[in-house]
């Protein structure tokens, strides 16, 4: 048994800086985990810890139910995989592969064993005896994981291992680990700053800013119920718009006209009448108002506005319009506008809006055009902390990640007396 459980986990450096703060995690046995949120948040700390590199300030760390705090390294039965992996160069893929197991004396024949099982799981097999020098970035990124794998470990600990990599054998990559790590089943903790990878090969993602984790959720849950501005704006590409709105009663008023407040939200709603909220929007939520109708959607809301630039990625269009209203001011949007590269939240600042319309759109740059808004799909926010209004947040926080499931029905109840 390897899962992971983090209690209070705190990190103090000499310096002063704390870079991870009371963070509590548990990953379960066999679980794939991602670690994501922008540079600098304490992703490579926690890894470390976990590791065994770094030292803990305060918090216990749990592997297998027991305290490791003091363990070293070597015997947390641990294996990592770094960004940037020094591979041997005169030694072959073979030698490379089966280095630390050399270095452990295990006798040749098994080392062979092991690392020609590696090989054929990393797709590597017809490259064993070449050097590193002919191997393609790819290929020497599957040996640099396969010096990982032949050690057996019981957990895996991967930081940013795909970063090195261009932008096209990165996706092929993404594959692969995903396609690995449900092979062998080994408990993951995968750190990145990228949260499309992030999304693209977790079974849970948990999202860290400053040193504090935001939420911990399967994808699907971060993307359509984030837990406040940050895991908002930080998850998605292009990401969702903010603007600000005030409540009124069961409608919300917004730069786009007078919306009515989906059933979800009216009970935050009643809370908070007359309040002046963020709302957030994701560019998919809007749609050209003419196909809106073409495909009946039921709802709604429609306005007008000015295309200030069209941009076809073929499959889709993004318009950008201008947002004629408040811009949503606040210092959480501002914050994570510098964390995350301000150009990509939109509203955080400008008062450009991205919409996500259907390839058959004909709206035009410099144009004025009708759009449809899916209400259904709004989400408020707090403008003092940010937090998510009206979330079914005991829901979420119950439901149990794939791997917590599966281990349920691997081991069922014992029958109540
Ligand atoms: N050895 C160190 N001494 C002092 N501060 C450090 C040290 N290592 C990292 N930090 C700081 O801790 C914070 C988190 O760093 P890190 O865990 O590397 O972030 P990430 O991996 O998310 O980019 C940063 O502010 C970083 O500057
Ligand atoms: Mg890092």
């Known amino acids: 048994m390897a899962d992971i459980e983090l209690q209070g986990i705190t990190k103090r450096y000499p310096d002063g800086t704390e870079a991870v703060k009371d963070l509590n995690l548990k990953i379960a046995d066999g679980e794939f985990v991602i670690l994501v949120g922008p540079s600098g948040c304490g992703k490579s700390t926690a890894l470390r810890m976990i590791a065994g590199l770094e030292d803990i300030s305060d918090g216990e760390l749990l592997i297998g139910g027991q305290v490791v705090n003091e363990r070293a390294p070597k015997d947390r039965d641990i294996a990592m995989v770094f960004q940037s992996y020094a591979l041997y160069p005169h030694m072959t893929v073979r030698q490379n592969m089966g280095f630390a197991l050399e270095l452990a004396k295990v006798p040749e024949a098994e080392r062979n064993r092991k690392v020609e099982e590696a090989a054929e799981i990393l797709d590597l097999t017809q490259h064993l005896d ?32 795909l970063s090195n990599l261009d932008a096209k054998l990165r996706v092929q990559m993404r594959t692969e680990v995903s396609r690995i790590q449900q092979r062998l089943g080994t408990t993951t903790v995968y750190v990145t700053h990228d949260q499309t990878e992030a999304m693209t090969l977790g079974d849970r993602v ?26 908002a704006g930080f998850i998605g590409s292009p990401a969702m718009n903010f603007f600000s709105a005030d409540i009124d009663g069961d409608r919300l008023a917004t730069p786009f006209g007078d919306v009515p407040l989906p059933h979800r939200l009216r009970a935050a709603a009643a809370s908070a009448h007359g309040k002046r909220v963020i709302a957030g929007l994701r560019p998919e939520s809007f749609e050209d108002a003419e196909i809106a109708h073409q495909q009946n959607r039921q709802g709604g809301h429609e306005f007008e506005a000015e295309v200030e630039l069209t941009e076809s990625m073929g499959s889709e269009v993004y318009a950008y319009i201008r947002l004629e209203g408040d811009v949503a001011e606040s210092d959480e949007l501002a914050e994570i506008a510098a964390d995350t590269g301000a150009s990509e939240v939109p509203g955080g600042g400008t008062s450009q809006v991205v919409t996500r319309l259907s390839p058959e759109t004909s709206v ?54």
Request: net charge neutral.
């Open 130 to 161: 070449r050097k590193p020098a002919n191997l393609s970035g790819g290929q020497r990124q599957r040996v640099a994981m396969g010096r990982a794998i032949v050690r057996d470990p019981s957990v895996f600990l991967m930081d940013e291992p």
């Open 206 to 231: 948990a999202v860290m800013r400053a040193g504090r984790l935001q939420q911990v959720d399967s994808p699907r849950n971060l993307y359509e119920q984030p837990a406040n501005l940050f895991v």
């Open 364 to 417: 035009r740059h410099g144009e004025r055009a009708r759009f449809w808004l899916d209400t259904d799909k709004l989400h408020i926010f707090d403008p003092d902390d940010g937090t998510s209004l009206g979330r079914e947040q005991d829901v979420v926080a119950a439901a149990p990640s794939p791997a917590e499931a599966r281990q349920e029905e691997a081991a069922p109840r014992a029958p109540s007396a």
